[in-house]
């Protein structure tokens, strides 16, 4: 997906395999092309560095929402572990292609950023209602499980969806997406919610750690050096982590009592639905079909392969018909929607390995580190300022790629007016929640989030204001 873009760069029977295009692509740089079989030792290298590109996309939503809905360090442990192990099962049914199922592409799946908001806003209510952290667990999944249908059968209507969700609305929402975040990353600077239960938030100790590898990751982000600039975020963490350390604020008290291997366990914490609270989940699923179709756009970009035409939209279909899968699949086994991430046609470039093989080598790599529990544990004990200082240049780069998306097109009148209503609502109920504490509880949930609140509006005057859709 598009979260970190500009800051690093089934069934037994299977249908025929897509043609077979040449080793290397005339009109890019690759050396190995979509259907070459490179080198062990090539294929090792590109597989290490998009793992590299994508784990912390990967573990940061479930270390987020862990932290925000107060879930004890072993079911935070659990989260990051699923989300790399069902990653990995994601990744392969992408690039494999089973069926109509996947594109084909090297293409990368990960844990989607975007439901980031309105998963914290089911939990916490959920929490605030009576239930245990573990408990509005099992209503979140249940509601990206249904979700999922949505986008799989979005998958089948692409030509026609592309037409309504314009670039304007996609942007527009993608712009949401980070700029709601940003409360959730300067909470975190200051230390979480923990820190503000015992009153040591905002203290001099936890806002200079989390400038400490704000820092690191501006000044690696510039060097000339792409792998600095691909490692800058892990970077950061990583020195975060020992300062972190030494000051006395990981603990890492619990790992003596984890287990060395974890078994994944379907629906292990239950199954819930509740159908005023999944209106932002359906209306992000099908912003996540248009990012899809944007991502793997760029990856058959930069690996030679057609974007337009039958073989084109056949990719799309299936690809967006994967990511729907996946994330049905993340919901039994316990983590969060998955969806493709953009990051990795960065490696691609830099590599000039563009094999769909490759594909194969991530996803048992991701699947073996989320099989250990023990990396989990590892991951969770990181300090909150620590991802604080990583997160908040992530969600400010999400925002960024929303306007990159808007000012690819003409802005004008139409175009502001819709921005600026969108925009406005879609912060102003994020910022002041209690706006709504006077309507019925459906409009709260519909509009309590301000991605669907924003988005929903850019849609519909998109839609109903004269002049052409852009």
């Given at each position: 997906m598009s979260e970190q873009e500009g800051i690093i760069q089934y069934p037994d029977e299977t249908v025929a395999e897509l043609p077979p295009e040449p080793a290397i692509a005339k009109s890019t740089d690759l050396i190995y092309g979509l259907e070459s079989k490179p080198p062990l030792r090539d294929t090792l290298f590109a597989a290490v560095q998009h793992v590299l590109a994508s784990f912390i996309g990967i573990i940061t939503p479930s270390l987020i929402?862990?932290?925000?809905?107060?879930?004890?360090?072993?079911?935070?442990?659990?989260?990051?572990?699923?989300?790399?192990?069902v990653s990995g099962i994601a990744t392969f049914i992408q690039t494999r292609r089973i069926g109509p199922v996947g594109s084909g592409l090297l293409s990368i799946q990960g844990t989607s950023f975007a439901f980031i908001g309105p998963i914290i806003g089911a939990g916490t209510a959920a929490v605030a209602?009576?239930?245990?952290?573990?408990?509005?667990?099992?209503?979140?999944?249940?509601?990206c499980l249904i979700g999922s249908f949505i986008e799989m059968i979005f998958s089948q209507f692409i030509e026609v969806i592309s037409r309504v969700i314009t670039p304007l609305v996609t942007g527009t929402v993608v712009m949401l997406i980070g700029l709601t975040l940003i409360n959730a990353g300067v909470l975190a600077m200051g230390g979480g919610a923990l820190a503000k239960q015992n009153e040591t938030y905002g203290s001099a100790q936890n806002v200079l750690?989390?400038?400490?590898?704000?820092?690191?990751?501006?000044?690696?982000?510039?060097?000339?050096?792409?792998?600095?600039?691909?490692?800058?975020?892990?970077?950061g963490l990583i020195v975060g982590y020992i300062v972190g350390l030494s000051m006395g604020l990981v603990d890492l008290s619990r790992l003596s009592q984890m287990a060395i291997f974890t078994l994944p366990i379907p629906f292990k914490y239950g199954f819930g639905f509740n159908p005023t609270a999944f209106i932002p989940f359906a209306f992000l699923y099908l912003i996540t079909t248009i990012e899809s179709i944007g991502d793997l756009t760029a990856t058959s970009v930069v690996t030679g392969q057609p974007i337009q035409g039958e073989t084109y939209f056949r990719r799309m279909r299936g690809g967006v018909?994967?990511?729907?899968?996946?994330?049905?699949?993340?919901?039994?086994?316990?983590?969060?929607p998955n969806t493709t991430f953009s990051q990795n046609n960065?490696?691609?470039?830099?590599?000039?390995?563009?094999?769909r093989y490759v594909g194969y080598f991530i996803a048992v790599i991701l699947s073996i580190l989320g099989l250990f529990p023990i990396i989990g544990g590892v991951l969770q004990a990181i300090p909150q300022p620590v991802l604080g200082g990583a997160t908040i240049i992530m969600f400010g780069s999400v925002a960024t790629a929303g306007i990159k998306i808007v000012s690819s097109i003409e802005i004008g009148r139409r175009e502001t007016l819709i921005l600026a209503t969108s925009l406005g609502l879609g912060l102003g109920v994020t910022f002041a929640p209690d706006l709504l504490s006077g309507m019925p509880i459906?409009?709260?949930?519909?509009?309590?989030?301000?991605?669907?609140?924003?988005g929903?509006?850019?849609?519909?005057?998109?839609?109903?204001?004269?002049g052409e859709r852009k």
């Open positions: 929402i862990g932290g925000a809905i107060g879930l004890e360090p072993e079911d935070r442990a659990y989260l990051i572990s699923m989300s790399l192990f209602g009576g239930a245990t952290p573990a408990q509005a667990l099992g209503l979140i999944f249940g509601m750690l989390s400038l400490l590898v704000l820092a690191i990751i501006i000044i690696l982000n510039s060097s000339r050096n792409t792998f600095l600039r691909m490692a800058s975020i892990a970077i018909l994967g990511d729907g899968l996946n994330s049905f699949i993340a919901a039994i086994f316990n983590t969060f960065g490696v691609i470039q830099l590599t000039g390995i563009g094999s459906l409009i709260k949930n519909i509009f309590g989030s301000g991605i669907s609140a924003g929903i509006c850019a849609l519909v005057l998109n839609i109903l204001l004269p």
